[in-house]
């Protein structure tokens, strides 16, 4: 029992070295003493993927020191299969843009306001950590303000080929997925997704998570009230995917990913906003468009859309392996981009710590996140189509 002791003091003096806001006299016990509202055993052994490596068997606690030292992962304890039929896409192909004069006028219905008021609740919960009772409760407020927003801005008749689900994971955070079918009868999907979980460093402290990634949750958001505000009715199906547990390994999103490859749907393109509102001070406003780990032609695309449709250039950068859901959709070879709010090494430095707040500096910006509506609004409209009216 002593050397077991020794060994969970041990274990804490590590990960309070390398987290700086872990308090060094207390044992990791004593944190969830301290916080009985999670639901997160530290010694459940989960079998991690780190890249270019056979995947491991670690303990909870060994993947939390793992992430806050920068070890870049999927946690695949329950999803060993996705991917499966990966070998089944092949390359894809995308249009030109051709469907300017409907996406310049759902553009003109896009507001900061609804993305400031949902912000402010979402960053307001204590946690959205994916084991947390708040992270359980954030993610129901998420949900019903989805509801709200169907109900008081789709006509009738549009509100008859929405849907929205919890789709349930094993843990009480549910990820949620928003679908407008499409017209056509091939059954081709268009994803927009966003991480609605946040964590601090040590799971147990508080994580507002304003940028990471509140500001993508509320940015898709935005982008669906103003289409289905502007009557949009797609020929593909559209899809609005807000993911639990991004944080714990990409979980939510490669239970999504892996339930779509096993039941065949055909996603053809899926984009993740993850981190939209930071705009470093000193230096220009532009839209980062990451090319590792993400599709090369539907990023070409994705890029000619910031070209057509935004008011800030793209600029090119990097994120590394499993760094967003993205990563979880490219693992089953569903054509994935991922766009954020800068160059990599100007994004926000606060995210992971109790300082990941919207008034912690000018440098946190709406009008930037609007720029990534307008991306998610040309998004849906170019690649989803829209049905003529008869
Ligand atoms: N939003 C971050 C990824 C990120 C961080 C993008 C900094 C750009 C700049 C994401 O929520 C995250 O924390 N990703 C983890 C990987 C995840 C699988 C545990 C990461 O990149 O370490
Ligand atoms: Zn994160």
Redesign the pocket.
Known sequence: MRSLSVLVSCIALAVASTLPSVPEQLPLSAYQHAYPGFDLDLNARRLVQMEGKAPVWMTELEKIIA?AE??????ITDTQDLGFNAHLRHQSTFPSLNATDQVKSVLKTLSTKGPEENLKKLSSFRTRYYRSDTGRESQQWLFSKIAEITDTSASESLRRIITCTEFRHSWAQNSIILRINGSSAADEVVVIGA?LD??NMWPFLPAPGA???GS?SVTILEAYRALITSDFRPERTVEFHWYSA?????LGSQAVAKDYESRSVNVIAMSQY??TAWVKQGTREEV?I?TDFTDHSLTKFNKQLVEMYLDIPATETR??Y???DH?SWMKANYPSV?T??SK?EN??KN??SSDDRIDISEEFSFSHMLEFSKLAVAFAIELGGWTKSK
């Open positions: 992430k920068g070890v870049q992962f999927f946690d991480h946040s964590t940028d990471d990634d993508g991004e944080e714990g390994g990409l993850d981190m980062g990451i994120c590394g499993a760094c967003s990563a991922f954020i709010e990599f994004s926000n995210i992971h």
